[in-house]
Every structure is written in structure tokens, then in C-alpha cells.
């Protein structure tokens, strides 16, 4: 299999990563995108799905960006004063800006297509390979894992790079110019140079319909009860660090909920809250099993081991003061949650370790091993199913919406006060259950960019204010415009989506700019 040496203008080349001295049949971690040839076993198979999974555990995904920039980018994180290199720009208290040349951007949107097109190879190829038995189960099994991640890579694609599916307010008007979705890819790792395409970025609507088609695949493909199947037995050790029909259930109720879909939204929650094969974790020991693997609130969370993990480059790392501990939580932060909040222990009250830092400070402990690096990082628990299904029930039947609020506000031990009468008092609350339940969990700025403004009219906001960690009121464009509708840029927005990268623009010229950019 030939390896392009040249620059060549293509959405999927500029991440590709492999060395001129290894094949594409070298399935190393991170590093390989896999050949059509390369595909020929249940054995090819497996190997290759495990390397989705360490694609997405890399620190250019939910190793640590995908975790960290949706709280930075808005108001649970901020960068601390005395840092390195890292991250420079990206908070919103931050005079600096980010650019199309961006790392963190870039190399982003390459996990993702490195995500996609490894999964378009095993959709592409695995369905012809011969299986009988339980071969067959588990060959099905995986065909489905691949198509959940792509849709989850579509989905993060979508949420990163484009507006929000609400801005386009697509059920009640025509979509306006900033409608640009994801440059849909569904071919395998071209075999030659004439093989190269060159993908337009779809509309958001449409890239949603094609990630809730991949989700329907993925069902139709895993086995019903959530079972994971290796070498010819079902294997529970792989429940929670596997796609499965359960977690990608939870992966479709949260799309439902982005896309405004609040019946189906409702629907999917309800069917994972439902399946009984989790439970909420309780105050007394929330802090502690939250970092435990596979605890029992956990749906699905990708695995890190000794021989894989992201070591410095975690998001522990850059929590933890005894590593980089760059990034503080603001006091507001901290101070939302009462007193008896079990979540308020995800946040201590000490120093900046380093010469000149902030002292005092509040350290964010949520990921914070940094001993031996393999604590798992969490995509979907069981408390997301309960508050998605309250937010999309908040538009019609707000006494149930609360009725779910209150299940998680008594496993967190938190102190609920005026119970809402209606949209206008039900919508900041669902807000703020929310960035108190996933703080630091890489939720915050979607949030804001697609949460309807709480009016009776359920009109979409432009804009949510907020007080930062300085304790100057800032203003952020909800739905992530980067221009007033004069035309004239804001100086008071920051950053809520990230711009497509030069390079890959430079290699395709066909892939539109986001506005500001």
C-alpha cells in the first residue's frame, strides 16, 4: 500500500500518521488508518474497532480537548495566570485569540476523521467477510461499535465545528448562510491518487440526519440487551468501555436533544434509565466512585491502561497541581452548590503550584490521577439520562421535568429551592442542574449555544450572561454568532465554535470557513 508523501488536497490526509517505515496492516494505536487489504478476518476486525477506541482516548480527542475546551471555552474553567504554552487564547477571559492555524483545532478535527474514516473501512469491508456462529454475533457486534463511532465522531464534528442544529431553527424557518455542517466522508483510505475526493461541507440538518442513520445502523447491528461478545463468549468486562446497544441508545438521546427532538429524546432517555443495568451513585461516596472504573453509574467511558493512556497529556494532568494544574475552577463555580452538594468535592480549595500562581485558588480534582494515569474518562452516565428527559419534558410537562431534577438533587444531596411553575422559572434551573452535574466534563458550551431562551415562546436567545471568574459580567452569543446583525464584529464574544483549519482548507479548497473565520 502505497503512503503519500505529498501534500495532497484531501479532508483526510494531513492526519493520517504513519510513518514511512510502517505499514497500513500495523495497527498501533492512534497512529494507523487502515486499508481496505487490511480487512480480511474477524481477527482484522476486532483489531481494528479496539483501535477506534484509541483514537478517541488520544488527548487531540477525549484524552483531554474534547473534555477540557467546552468549559474553558465558556465559564466553568479558566486558565490560571501562571502557565505554559498550552491552551494560550482559549478562555474567555482571555485577551488572546484563536487562530485557523490553531493546534488544538486541528488536531481535533484530525482524531475525528481519523475516527471516521478507520470506522468507513470496517463498514465498507467487514459485511462480506465470512462468519458462522458466534463469529457471526461478534462480526455483526463490531460492524455496529463502527458505526456508532462515527456517528459519535459526526456528532463532535457538529457540535465543535458548526453552529447550533437550534440556531438554524430548522422547525420553524429556512436555514440562513451560516448553515455549514460536517464535510461528510463515507469512503475508506483512497487506494490511489485518483481515488481522491474532495467532501463539501454538508447543511447541520443534514449532517444530523446522517449521524442519526449511522445510530440506526449501529442498533440494527449490536446485539438488544447491551451484550459484548469476544472470541466466542459474551465478555461484561467490556460493557461499559464498549458501544453497545444501551450506550448507543444514551448516544441517541442526547443527539434528540440537541436537534430539539424532545418526544424521541424523551423516548431514549427513558429506554436507558429503564434497561436496569445502572444506578445513581450515592452523596457518601459520589467523589470516590466517580473515578472508579465501570462504577454503576457509568454507561459508557473509554478505558485507560497501562500500555494506553495519555500520561502528561491527560486532562488529569492538567487538573492535578502535583502536574501541570493549569486550569482552576472560577469561584462561582464553587459557589453554586450548597453545602451539602456532593459535587462541590469535585472542587478543593488550595493553591496554584507554581511560583506566582493564584493562591488561593479552587483546584478541580474530577480527573485527577496522575500515578499511573488510567482513569477512565466518562462520555455518558446515567444522571444525563434523567436531566435529558427533564429538559425535553420541560416544554410540555414541567411537574414531570422536576420530578426527575429532584432524583438527581437527592442522590447529590443538594438543596432545591422554588419549585418552577413554568418555562420562564424551569429553564435556568435545567441550566443550572446541568453545569452542576457535568462540570469539567466537556458540556458547558453546548449548552449555551443550543438551550432555548426561558420564555413562554420558547423564542430562541441570542445571548446568556454570566459572571466569570473576575466577577465582571461577560456576554457570550449563545448559539455562537460571531457577528452583530450589523455586520459589525462583537468585542464581547469570545469563542463558541471552532474555526475549520487552514491546512485543511489549504488542501481543500471546497471546505467554507465558519463565519467569523
Same mark, same amino acid.
Given at each position: 500500500m502505497k503512503i503519500f508523501k505529498v501534500f495532497i488536497p484531501l479532508i483526510i490526509v494531513l492526519f493520517f500518521g504513519v510513518s514511512c517505515s510502517k505499514s497500513f496492516t500495523n495497527f498501533t494505536p492512534s497512529t494507523s488508518i487502515i486499508a481496505d487489504s487490511a480487512i480480511t478476518s474477524l481477527y482484522n476486525v476486532r483489531v481494528a474497532v479496539n483501535g477506534l477506541y484509541s483514537l478517541m482516548t488520544n488527548d487531540g480527542y477525549y484524552g483531554r480537548v474534547a473534555i477540557l475546551l467546552p468549559d474553558l471555552m465558556a465559564d466553568n474553567v479558566y486558565r490560571s495566570r501562571q502557565s505554559g504554552a498550552r491552551f494560550t487564547g482559549w478562555s474567555i477571559q482571555s485577551s488572546g485569540s484563536v487562530t485557523t492555524s490553531d493546534s488544538y483545532a486541528s488536531g481535533l478535527w484530525g482524531q475525528l476523521y481519523s475516527v471516521i474514516i478507520n470506522a468507513n473501512t470496517i463498514i465498507n469491508k467487514a459485511p462480506s467477510l465470512p462468519a458462522s456462529g458466534t463469529d457471526s454475533i461478534? @462480526? $455483526? %457486534? #463490531? =460492524? *455496529?461499535?463502527?458505526?456508532?463511532a462515527r456517528a459519535l465522531a459526526y456528532f463532535d464534528l457538529v457540535r465543535f465545528f458548526s453552529y447550533s442544529y437550534t440556531k438554524m431553527n430548522y422547525n420553524t424557518s429556512t436555514a440562513n448562510s451560516t448553515d455549514l455542517g460536517a464535510? =461528510?466522508?463515507t469512503n475508506s483510505y483512497p487506494n490511489d491518487v485518483n481515488d481522491i475526493v474532495y467532501p463539501v461541507r454538508s447543511k447541520i440538518k443534514d449532517t444530523y440526519t446522517f449521524i442519526e442513520t449511522d445510530i440506526a445502523n449501529a442498533l440494527n447491528y449490536l446485539p438488544v440487551k447491551g451484550d459484548i461478545w469476544s472470541k466466542g463468549q459474551i465478555d461484561p468486562t467490556l460493557f461499559k468501555i464498549r458501544l453497545n446497544a444501551i450506550s448507543v441508545t444514551a448516544l441517541a438521546a442526547r443527539v434528540y436533544l440537541y436537534?430539539?427532538?424532545y418526544a424521541q429524546a424523551i423516548q431514549a432517555a427513558t429506554a436507558v434509565i429503564n434497561s436496569g443495568r445502572y444506578s445513581l451513585l450515592p452523596a457518601s461516596s459520589l467523589v470516590n466512585d466517580f473515578h472508579t472504573k465501570g462504577n454503576n453509574e457509568s =454507561?459508557?467511558? @473509554?478505558? !485507560? &491502561?497501562?500500555? !494506553? !493512556? %495519555? *500520561? &502528561?497529556n491527560s486532562i488529569a494532568y492538567i487538573f492535578n497541581q502535583n502536574g501541570y494544574g493549569e486550569m482552576l475552577a472560577p469561584d462561582e463555580v464553587y459557589k453554586m452548590y450548597d453545602n451539602t452538594d456532593a459535587r462541590r468535592d469535585f472542587i478543593t480549595l488550595g493553591k496554584r503550584n507554581s511560583y506566582g500562581g493564584e493562591n488561593p485558588c479552587y483546584v478541580i480534582n474530577k480527573y485527577n490521577n496522575i500515578s499511573n494515569y488510567e482513569e477512565n474518562i466518562k462520555l455518558f452516565r446515567l444522571s444525563e439520562m434523567y436531566l435529558i428527559r427533564a429538559e425535553a #419534558? *420541560?416544554?410540555s410537562d414541567i411537574p414531570s421535568a422536576y420530578n426527575d431534577i429532584k432524583t438527581i438533587a437527592l442522590a447529590r444531596n443538594e438543596i432545591l429551592g422554588t419549585v418552577p411553575t413554568n418555562k420562564v422559572t424551569f429553564f435556568p434551573l435545567i441550566m443550572l442542574e446541568n453545569r452542576k452535574e457535568f462540570a469539567f466534563e466537556g458540556h458547558r458550551i453546548f449548552d449555551l449555544n443550543r438551550v432555548h431562551d426561558p420564555s413562554a415562546t420558547d423564542n430562541p436567545a441570542t445571548t446568556y450572561n454570566f459572571v466569570h471568574y473576575n466577577s465582571q459580567t461577560k456576554t457570550i452569543n449563545r448559539f455562537g454568532s460571531f457577528l452583530t446583525s450589523s455586520g459589525v464584529e462583537s468585542t464581547t464574544i469570545k469563542l463558541n465554535i471552532l474555526p475549520i483549519p487552514y491546512?485543511? $482548507? #489549504? $488542501? !481543500?479548497p471546497l471546505l467554507i470557513q465558519n463565519y467569523k473565520w
Open positions: 461478534e @462480526l $455483526r %457486534q #463490531l =460492524i *455496529g461499535e463502527a458505526y456508532a464535510a =461528510i466522508e436537534e430539539a427532538k =454507561i459508557f467511558e @473509554l478505558a !485507560n &491502561t497501562s500500555f !494506553n !493512556n %495519555q *500520561g &502528561t #419534558l *420541560g416544554y491546512s485543511e $482548507r #489549504l $488542501r !481543500n
